[in-house]
């Protein structure tokens, strides 16, 4: 089992930038896939981005292609997800999750295939 704790959200300005952590503690991390997901008050939860266990392949949402950038340094077992231009409709909770079901690399915004989920990090973007 693995477990996810994120970090790094806060208040910034519309046009600034955030760097989300995802820490997992276990010693197979490496193994996990990750995907980073973001609900706002009163909207569903939506897929940010994913990263394969391997990072050599990412997703993203259409949203946030070209603002947002996921990342894992395996090493210290984080994954990262660099949030630049950021907008007022980015502001949500945002939740890093985890899995070994590697199928969800074909289908990586289904909630469902992530099995080990932080409690989030509160992320604020004003106008």
């Known amino acids: 089992q693995v477990q996810v704790v994120e970090s790094g959200g806060g208040l910034v300005q519309a046009g600034g930038s955030l760097r989300l952590s995802c820490a997992a503690s276990?010693?197979?991390?490496?193994?996990?896939?990750v995907g980073w997901f973001r609900q706002a008050p009163g909207n569903e939860r939506e897929f940010v981005a994913h990263i394969s266990q391997s990072g050599r392949t990412t997703t993203y949402t259409d949203p946030v292609k070209g603002r947002f950038t996921i990342s894992r340094d395996n090493v210290k077992n984080t994954v990262y997800l660099q949030m630049n231009s950021l907008k007022s409709e980015d502001t949500a909770v945002y939740y890093c999750?985890?899995?070994?079901?590697?199928?969800?690399?074909?289908?990586?915004?289904?909630?469902?295939?992530?099995?080990?989920w932080g409690q989030g990090t509160q992320v604020t973007v004003s106008s």
């Open positions: 276990g010693r197979s991390f490496t193994r996990y896939v």
């Open positions: 999750a985890a899995t070994l079901d590697y199928s969800v690399n074909s289908v990586p915004s289904k909630a469902e295939k992530y099995n080990f």
